[in-house]
């Protein structure tokens, strides 16, 4: 294997092997990119080639940025390794992993590389903490490879930026002591230097001899100043005694140095440094506590005595080095320069003459040389220091093109004649000569006629005069002379990088795994193709000669028309194309079975100079794997998706079909109580105080009764919540709109909750906007279970809140409107942002569209409590209520405005709210909906009324008794035993059957039967007629043996085969009755819907109805 091969090899270099070692023993399967058997060949390759490169490498691998890098890395981060290697960059560096981040999504983002140059980062090395100073270039991998990841290439600049840094320090001190012009103003100056450097001097005091009574001013030292923060952190001492004769641990050292003339380091650790001068430290540069300073004896050379002691405070985040040492040795032979200098003020009179009769001399000779190259071809120039111009001779204008001006002209304007991309070099040699350093560069002019500019020779020399520095030099032509050597380097470079761009795609096609092969155009002859191309197709490399068509037999028959297609595309548009297919080749997938190869192609034309296609370039990719995590994928979805519809199913069945019994017997109970309650207040009682308590009973047991039935159904609304919640979660929740009365949809709320608002002593207004009326809304596509919904939550809630409050009011309104009624119609209404975060809502495909679509809107206002503006932001989030003294006093899961802004959504409306507090609030909704035919119940109801009775069925019924007969279909035994003796209570006459099939059966024995009886399974019954009447039959949809929807539609089947007379009246009865099941009950055959758990007051109406239409049929 590849991996073993790397890994077994041997670099020549025992650093390296050693670090190879301790790549292997990592465990990478531990890792995203698993186990070093699994890399790919890319990743192999990468990784040998920074493993052999001598400069920091990093490779940043998989989707947490696990890290592999080199020896020259390991040594950069110290510490840190080898516990980084194969860690997530998140837990190695947690310091810059933020930083990291941004770099990888920028370079994510753009798909560039990333570039950082000198870029300052704290990192952990022996023990401290110090100023790292690095640039980096960050490469993505490609986007087509299969590896994720970044390559990153790191160089340590901390030597070069610390010191460059460290000489601008002595710079400016060097440039601040010129302005000095006396001893005194010598430390001032030190210090205000200092001041600006706040990393290389964290802090610094200045002690200078202080002469004693005897005028002995070697031993006494006063403080002359101060940098960094001495205000909180005073200073140990104003005057130092350096005779020796303290026991001080800083005085002893300030001694020695002051003896030795030697810098001197205090040290925190061994109390030589004061707590007050580390502390002085924390407010400049890093913020760091010093603990290291460095005392430098100041004189104006080493044979004359200390003139002053300066403390410098070593850098927080830089180690006192040997480099250090040297900057402090420097820096102190600067400021003894400057000492020097201004110790021997009585000399500079003497030396001033002297350079002046120099500089006449030289000014002498300067014109003679100047007199004489006049005459040449060599442009003579001089400036001073600050860059002005002072002389210059024909050939340097005519060189330069800088125009002659009589009046002043500002300093260095003549480098705007310097060619643009040579003024930072003139500048870079213009301050070595400040320095005192000759130069010699080339440089270009502009040129007026030549975009490139004028090519020259130039050669200066700082010269002393009594100014200061003035510079001459003189520039010769040289632009020929560049001009062949251009010519000469850049054919030079193209041969070499035409023969290196060669080499590297052989060397990359042939180590590829990308199929590469190009094919001539006309000859259709293959003149290149790789190790990757013959693997794909299946067939043994051959050399490209011997290549015949016989390759097209590695691709499937079926998919050759695809690439002939795009073949034939590429040479008729010259686009690329893309094409995906299959090989004969199998692919051995994760599972261990197989299955055919997939490859992914890529096209390109290369054309002549006619620019008719000569060739085309094709590569290819191995996509089996994506095909095949495709193909699970997509099964592992519909596996979750039914294995979600059964859950439904199961919550709906193992919850509402108790909640139903535990109903029932609740009405049972309460009806009981009622009762009982009637009659104990028509009896006398000899002992009144067990009457009294007889009736207290009663009492305590209706309210037990209310309670049963009030948490039944609470817990049934919580249940529904939750499976509307899940659809709506699983994008599987469905409107199904249907013909409706607009208006039965308010008399549905009257009938729900006029019972519970008048127990509360709640006044329910429901009324209809004039809306209604003037836009003639009748009979619309709506899906009323799922407006049900909305307003039995709305209006719930407004009882809730209301029944507490003196004044108690709950209105619900209905109107339409043309246009939104979130656009002006209802304008007190905040309503709730869309999801989309757009103009528009996200709604169900089934939802009514058209141009004569129009809108249905409901609003629910109470009298309540209201709610704060700062309550409402949460109202219609999952799981969220107005505040938490609402849960506490009201109850609710929180899901009710959630689920029904989702409703509203899907029914192409909004909802929303307008509340002041103390006051009431209004929540209003609208849906989007058309105008509709008659509903088919109320079309049936209008046939019933005008169509004339059969004769015979007209004398059977009306000879009888006006009793209603029900057949009940029940496979639950409690459920089927509560229901009839609540039914028969109600005096109906009961029969049952505990599946469908017994259902179909049970009409052989009734007067709807039309054909020669038979011998079945005959249903329990109240009596033994034979011809058993029946009026209505409530059909259990969930049963064994034969379920209730495929019961009805053998009983509509029967009807239309002429086994049965007339229509039989059937209600539905389930526990998963929402609006898509209710569609699927009706499509059966079914005449009416009830959902479980049910109130028998809400089923004896339905009963009532349908048999009213078997009584007419």
């Known amino acids: 294997m590849a991996s073993s091969m790397l890994f077994e090899s041997t670099s020549g270099s025992p650093e390296t092997d050693r670090h190879l ?76 992993y933020s930083m990291t981040l941004s770099i ?181 540069g890093w913020k760091d506590s010093c603990t290291e300073a460095v005392v430098i004896p100041l004189q104006s050379n080493r044979y004359h005595k200390v003139r002053a002691l300066l403390v410098l405070g070593v850098a927080t985040r830089s180690k006192y080095d040997v480099a250090y040492k040297s900057w402090v040795e420097e820096m102190r032979r600067t400021i003894g320069n400057s000492i020097h200098s201004l110790r021997k003020k009585e000399m500079a009179a003497v030396e001033l003459a002297q350079r002046e009769k120099k500089a006449n001399n030289i000014s002498l000779q300067y014109n003679h040389l100047v007199k004489v190259m006049e005459l040449s071809d060599v442009g003579i120039f001089s400036c001073d220091k600050s860059g002005n111009l002072l002389q210059a001779n024909e050939s340097w204008y005519r060189l330069s093109s800088f125009s002659r001006q009589a009046k002043p002209v500002p300093a260095f304007a003549w480098l705007e004649s310097v060619y643009d991309d040579d003024k930072a070099l003139v500048m870079s040699n213009w301050n070595s000569m400040l320095q005192g350093k000759p130069v010699t560069y080339q440089m270009r002019w502009k040129h007026p006629e030549r975009p490139e500019g004028r090519w020259i020779l130039a050669v200066c020399l700082p010269v002393m005069d009594d100014q200061g520095k003035i510079t001459t030099g003189c520039t010769t032509d040289i632009d020929a002379q560049k001009r062949v050597e251009n010519d000469a380097l850049q054919a ?51 050399p490209f000669d011997q290549l015949d068509m016989s390759w097209i037999d590695g691709i499937l028959e079926q998919d050759l028309p695809l690439l002939r297609e795009s073949v034939q595309k590429i040479l008729t548009t010259h686009e690329p194309q893309t094409t995906q297919f299959r090989f004969r080749k199998m692919f051995l997938s994760g599972d261990g079975h197989r299955y055919q190869s997939w490859g992914s192609s890529q096209s390109h034309a290369e054309l002549d100079e006619n620019g008719a296609v000569k060739a085309i370039m094709t590569t290819t990719t191995d996509i089996s794997h994506l095909k095949w995590a495709e193909e699970v994928q997509r099964s592992r979805v519909e596996e979750a998706l039914e294995a979600k519809r059964q859950n439904e199913v199961f919550i709906d069945m193992t919850s509402q079909n108790p909640l139903g019994a535990v109903v029932h017997c609740a009405d049972a109970i309460d009806e009981s109580l009622i009762e009982m309650k009637s009659i104990l207040d028509k009896l006398q009682y000899s002992d009144e105080k067990a009457g009294k308590r007889l009736g207290e009973l009663v009492a305590s047991s209706a309210e037990a009764v209310n309670i049963i039935t009030s948490c039944s159904s609470h817990q049934k609304r919580i249940v529904d919540d939750l499976l509307t919640l899940s659809k709506l979660d699983s994008n599987l929740l469905q409107i199904n709109q249907a013909s409706v009365r607009a208006t039965s949809i308010l008399d549905d709320m009257r009938r729900v909750f006029e019972i519970e608002a008048g127990r509360a002593e709640i006044e329910l207004r429901i009324q209809a906007d004039p809306s209604i009326k003037a836009m003639k809304v009748d009979n619309v596509m709506l899906d009323t279970g799922r407006v049900h919904q909305i307003l039995i939550n709305l209006i719930t809630n407004a009882l809730k809140f209301t029944k507490d409050k003196p004044q108690r009011r709950v209105t619900i309104t209905m109107g339409s409107s043309e246009k939104r009624p979130s656009d002006g119609i209802l304008s007190s209404i905040d309503f709730a942002l869309p999801h989309t975060l757009s103009d528009t809502v996200r709604e169900s495909e089934a939802v009514a569209s058209g141009p004569e679509t129009f809108f249905i809107w409901f609003t629910v206002s109470d009298s309540g409590r209201g709610i704060k503006p700062d309550e409402k932001t949460k109202l219609f989030s999952r799981f969220q209520q107005a505040s938490p003294r609402t849960y506490s006093k009201y109850g609710g899961s929180g899901l009710g405005l959630f689920i029904s802004r989702e409703l509203a959504e899907l029914q192409g409306g909004e909802i929303g709210i307008a509340s002041e507090l103390d006051v009431g609030s209004t929540f209003a909704f609208f849906v989007k909906t058309q105008p509709a035919a008659p509903p088919i119940d109320q079309r049936l109801k209008n046939d019933i009324a005008i169509r004339p009775r059969s004769g015979s069925a007209q004398t059977s019924f009306s000879n009888e008794i006006v009793q209603i007969h029900v057949l009940v279909a029940e496979d639950n035994p409690t459920n089927q035993k509560v229901l009839k003796r609540q039914l028969t209570n109600k005096g109906y006459i009961v029969w049952t059957a505990d599946n469908g099939q017994e259902a179909v059966d049970f009409l052989r024995q009734t007067r709807y039967w039309n054909a020669p009886s038979s011998t079945s399974s ?50 539905s009865v389930s526990a998963n009755a929402r609006p898509e099941q209710t569609s699927m009950a009706m499509d059966a055959g079914m005449d009416d819907s009830i959902s479980k758990p049910f109130r028998i007051a809400d089923l004896t109406p339905k009963i009532d109805r349908l048999a009213d239409m078997a009584y007419a049929g």
């Open 21 to 96: 070692q301790l790549v292997q023993s990592v465990d990478w399967s531990a890792t995203s990119i698993g186990a070093i058997d699994d890399w790919p060949p890319e990743l192999l390759l990468l990784f040998h080639l920074i493993v052999l490169d001598p400069q920091p490498r990093l490779l940043l691998l998989g989707p947490d940025h696990t890290l592999l890098y080199n020896e020259a890395y390991a040594e950069l981060v110290g510490e840190r390794h080898p516990a980084a290697l194969g860690r997530p960059i998140r837990e190695a560096f947690p310091e810059t």
């Open 492 to 542: 030079l470079q193209a041969l070499e990088r035409a023969s290196a761009s060669e080499q590297r795609f052989q060397r990359f096609s042939k180590s590829s795994p990308v199929a590469v092969h190009i094919l001539e155009i006309p000859s259709r002859a293959i003149s290149f193709c790789n190790t990757a191309w013959f693997d794909m197709l299946g067939i043994k490399p051959v």
């Open 1018 to 1067: 005959v249903p329990s019954s109240p009596s033994t007629a034979q011809e058993k009447a029946l009026h209505v039959i409530l059909m259990d949809t969930e049963m064994p043996i034969m379920d209730g929807l495929t019961a009805a539609r053998r009983i509509r089947q029967m009807q239309r085969d002429g086994l049965l007379k007339g229509h039989v009246p059937i209600l």
């Open 104 to 284: 990888v999504d920028e370079v994510v983002s753009t798909g560039r590389a990333s570039v950082e140059k000198g870029f300052c980062m704290p990192l952990m090395r022996d023990g401290r903490l110090l100023e790292i100073h690095m640039s980096w270039i960050v490469v993505p991998f490609p986007k087509k490879s299969s590896l994720t990841g970044f390559s990153v290439i790191l160089r340590d600049e901390t030597e070069k930026r610390v010191s460059d840094r460290r000489l601008q320090t002595s710079h400016q001190l060097s440039m601040a002591l010129t302005m000095a012009s006396d001893i005194s103003s010598l430390w001032e100056t030190i210090l205000g230097s200092l001041r600006d450097r706040d990393h290389d001097c964290p802090f610094a005091l200045l002690y200078a001899p202080e002469p004693d009574a005897n005028g002995n001013d070697e031993l006494f030292f006063q403080i002359r100043g101060s940098v960094g923060d001495f205000e909180n952190n005073p200073v140990a001492a104003n005057v130092l005694n350096l005779s020796g004769t303290s026991n001080d641990r800083l005085n002893q050292k300030l001694g020695a140095a002051l003896t030795s003339e030697e810098p001197i380091l205090l040290k925190s650790e061994d109390g030589s440094l004061p707590k007050s001068w580390s502390n002085a430290a924390s407010t400049r």
